[in-house]
């Protein structure tokens, strides 16, 4: 039998994939993370964790104690709550990937909110190239532009929004007015580089008018937005990022408009867990702000 208070060290490395964060979190030097670490393997028998690049990534047995570990944690704090008739707060670590526009214009306004209500969630937001998997435990929970097919999953839509054709005043003064599809072609177009595309949703000027192509390229949709507010192009913004901006004004709205959807992706094993439950539900209520927030009030 292994040492229940093993499984503690277990989780705190589970979630930050280094010994050292893990070490600080509970108080307890890394030496010590790392002996009992090893004691829980013996005891069990299999390798927990696979170590390279300087983090510890969970085996398929590490992920399977995972599941019972954090159910575990749970009934302890529920049994505490129930005992002392305290209500307790929600604690640990939630990795949530999402598209750098979303996380830059929706979520990032609204995180001194969610830590004032959560302050023991440590919340990791991930904005690289591509959404983590959560099937495979990269992420908890994913924000994603279309539905999964595969994995053991738990998968909501969150809601809808737009993306319009913009360009600044200045742009539009210098180099004319498009007033259909086929005009774009003779301006200078701002889009993403095709081969770093993570995601079908992204390529939105084909969807404009087939074989449109970027002569302006940038792999974030953050600098996408700044070329075409300093008057490079025009580009596809989405309505929650371009309609918020004085320097910008749609182009050709009553003509071209895309709608995406907004996925929220879990992996079937966390959805219970009253941390994940309390990321859903803030955002979700983020998601809501983009129905009073921006939209395309300003044309050409």
């Known amino acids: 039998m292994f040492d229940w208070d093993d499984l503690r060290v277990f989780l705190a490395v589970a979630r930050a994939r280094k010994i050292a964060p893990a070490a600080r979190a509970l108080g307890i030097d890394a030496t010590t993370i790392a002996r009992r670490l090893a004691r829980l393997e013996k ?35 529920a049994a505490m709550e129930e005992a002392t008739g305290r209500e307790r707060h929600l604690s640990g670590q939630v990795r949530l990937s999402v598209a750098e526009g979303f996380g830059t214009w929706v979520l990032a306004p609204g995180l001194a909110d969610f830590s004032r209500r959560h302050p023991g969630i440590r919340l990791d937001l991930i904005t690289a190239s591509g959404f983590l998997n959560p099937s495979k435990r990269e992420a908890d929970m994913a924000v994603m532009l279309a539905r999964p097919q595969r994995g053991r999953l738990s998968v909501r839509r969150m ?20 007033r259909n599809a086929s005009d774009l072609r003779d301006h200078v177009l701002v889009g993403y580089v095709p081969e770093f595309i993570f995601s079908p949703e992204l390529d939105y000027l084909d ?44 182009v050709m709205a009553d003509r071209v408009e895309i709608m995406r959807s907004f996925w929220l992706v879990t992996h079937g094993d966390l959805k219970k867990l009253p941390r994940i439950a309390a990321v859903a539900l803030w955002l979700q209520e983020r998601i809501e702000t983009l129905k009073s927030g921006a939209s395309v009030g300003r044309t050409t």
């Open 43 to 77: 005891a069990l028998g299999p390798e927990l964790f696979e170590v390279g690049a300087g983090e510890r990534t969970l085996t398929a047995h590490g992920q399977a104690l995972l599941s019972h570990a954090e159910n575990i944690e749970s009934a302890a704090l």
């Open 159 to 178: 809601g809808d929004y737009r993306l319009h054709l913009y360009a600044s005043p200045a742009y539009l003064a210098q180099a004319g007015r498009p």
């Open 207 to 250: 969807e404009v008018e087939a074989g449109l192509e970027a002569s302006l390229r940038a792999t974030s949709i953050n600098m996408q937005h700044r070329m075409i507010a300093e008057g490079a192009g025009i580009g596809v913004l989405p309505d929650f990022i371009a309609g918020r901006d004085a320097r910008l004004v749609p």
